[in-house]
């Protein structure tokens, strides 16, 4: 089960990389090229989304089966407990690198989409400069 957690941790951070690529200032040389290569990457990218999505379902199932450690009718001991509260901090760490993953992919799509404005926006002055 971690190589799923790898594979989005890996996308997440290829996100991240991508995004400060565009935004950073001093590279309009690149830029283009840089435009071109994000939006060649966001359609195969866009498989995170339905992948986090099963990893969601999955952390909720696990949640929902999990067994309690309620003082009533079942005491469990100090392992379990520290299982229990192990499992509980790993499923938290998950569901932010969910969040995380999604959060850069839609910052990562609305970036490339205003760089690639910005950049016609660009082209389009140059344009009027030459001409007058």
């Known amino acids: 089960m971690a190589l ?10 290829a996100e991240a990389i991508m995004i400060l690529l565009l935004t950073m200032p001093g590279l309009d040389g690149l830029r283009h090229g840089l435009l071109l290569a994000v939006r060649t990457a966001l359609q195969p990218l866009l498989a995170v989304i339905p992948f986090c999505l099963f990893l969601l379902m999955d952390i909720y199932w696990k949640y929902e089966t999990r067994p309690t450690c309620e003082h009533g009718s079942h005491a469990c001991t100090a392992t379990e407990h520290l299982r229990h509260q192990k499992s509980i901090m790993k499923s938290q760490r998950n569901a932010l690198l969910i969040a995380a993953t999604l959060l850069f992919y839609w910052l990562l799509f609305a970036v490339t989409s205003l760089v690639a404005r910005l950049e016609q926006l660009n082209q389009r002055t140059n344009k009027l400069d030459r001409q007058d």
């Open 4 to 13: 799923e957690w790898i594979v989005l941790g890996t996308a997440a951070g």
